[in-house]
């Protein structure tokens, strides 16, 4: 595809999965609103319809819990193609959702969507909600500064190496029967395993039998694993939000005091065992001695370290289109099963900015490489990275919008 044919698919895609006030990730797969895929939909629709960008962040923040918490999805409309839906759930939300967060990249987008159109009214309110959650985030997902979550669907990054040890210790007895909609979709090799999602569904019903209580799971919650991935971009979050408090008369102190405690909690995600930033699991104090996409998010978070360079040329020359979510070296890779191999753009679009702001040219290289990526195989959920090939979702709305944003962020839109 020429780069004209390639913008012009971003945003038919953009607005195929456009719901008015909310786009889905993909219909079918992900029929409803979820968190950091929003964000990423708010980046891209400020490239050619801020007022839209606007209304996406309001309609993700409408789901915010009175406690500060931002759901990782909103069921806004029934629909019965995914599970685990709202009946699984049982939270009592103001709009029908999950009970755990996401990355808070809707912090980075709010920036972002004000840099392209600056609307006083609009992100005011939304400034101070993304500051209750970021409060949220440190009174109960922060052990010694680093984030912590409570489901590997919190982490995004469903079934990273990540999780595996936390995941092998829970014995989800009781589980019981379930009918699975993902590979109804996509096929079973490109998805989670079933012994993953007994655990996904086990640790749902037993956080919604304790009530959703946050404060409760801070102590008891079988799983705790502290991950880099949302310490990083919280950290990112934080930065951005402080910058944008003066523009809209807002006092960003207290955020101030939240981010030296999680930039403190990031440097003791370092595993020196493998030389990078690693996920710990709390009940444990194991590392899971893995070198993720996750790790490599450490610039655009600001708390790069020597020797995660190193990674990330050995990773890089492995790949040819950006960061896979797991180093190829690593035993567990597996190309085109979701996160335990796979490319995908949005991470290279967060790592690549990181890289390009501390002045490293791995930046540029990685924004061409998902440039190349996209004309090639279009808007997919991930890739292959020995290949390029699509794999997962298609028509896909985060891809569409890291064109828009990033990879091709200086082309005309039609
Ligand atoms: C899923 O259902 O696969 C999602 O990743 C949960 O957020």
Not at 80 to 105: K, N
Not at 342 to 352: C, D, E, K, Y
């Amino acid at each position: 595809m020429d780069p004209d044919a390639c913008t012009a698919m971003a945003v038919e895609t953009m607005r195929r999965n456009d719901r008015g006030a909310y786009t889905v990730p993909t219909a079918g797969l992900y029929p409803y609103q979820w968190n950091w895929d929003s964000a990423f939909a708010a980046m891209g629709f400020a490239r050619f319809d801020p007022a839209r960008a606007w209304t996406e962040l309001e309609t993700l923040m409408v789901g915010q819990w009175a406690d500060g918490m931002v759901p990782h999805i909103l069921f806004h409309e029934a629909d019965d193609g995914y599970f685990p839906g709202p009946e699984v759930w049982g939270c009592a939300g103001p709009v029908p959702s999950s009970g755990i967060t996401q990355p808070p990249v809707a912090m980075t987008a709010l920036r972002a969507v004000w840099g392209a159109a600056p609307d006083l009214g609009r992100a005011g309110p939304l400034w101070d909600a993304m500051a209750r959650w970021a409060a949220w985030f440190a009174r109960h997902r922060t052990e010694g500064g680093a984030v912590f979550v409570t489901h590997p669907w919190e982490s995004g990054r469903d079934n990273a190496p990540d999780w595996d040890g936390a995941m092998a210790a829970i014995d989800p007895a009781g589980v019981g029967d379930y009918v699975r909609r993902d590979t109804g979709h996509v096929d079973a090799s490109m998805r989670p395993t079933k012994a993953d999602y007994d655990r996904y569904v086990w640790l749902v019903r037993r956080a919604r039998d304790e009530g959703w209580d946050a404060e409760g799971m801070r102590g008891r919650h079988p799983f705790r694993v502290a991950d880099p991935g949302t310490t990083f971009i919280l950290m990112r979050g934080l930065r951005d939000l402080i910058a944008l408090g003066p523009a809209l008369g807002r006092d960003a102190a207290a955020l101030e005091g939240i981010a030296d405690d999680v930039a403190a909690g990031a440097a003791a995600l370092w595993n020196p065992e493998i030389g990078c930033f690693d996920a710990r699991d709390l009940r444990t104090g194991a590392f899971a001695g893995a070198v993720t996409s996750a790790a490599f998010l450490c610039w655009y978070g600001g708390a790069a370290r020597g020797g995660m360079d190193a990674h990330l040329a050995r990773v890089l020359d492995a790949a040819p289109y950006g960061v896979p979510s797991l180093d190829p070296a690593d035993a567990r890779f597996d190309a085109r099963r979701y996160w335990r191999g796979p490319v995908w753009p949005f991470m290279n679009q967060m790592i690549g900015t990181g890289l390009t702001e501390a002045g490293l040219p791995a930046g540029e290289r990685l924004r061409g490489v998902t440039r190349d990526l996209l004309a090639a195989s279009g808007m997919a959920e991930y890739y292959d990275p020995r290949d390029g090939a699509p794999a997962g979702g298609r028509s896909f709305t985060w891809p569409a919008a890291v064109w828009l944003s990033w990879a091709h962020a200086e082309g005309a839109i039609p």
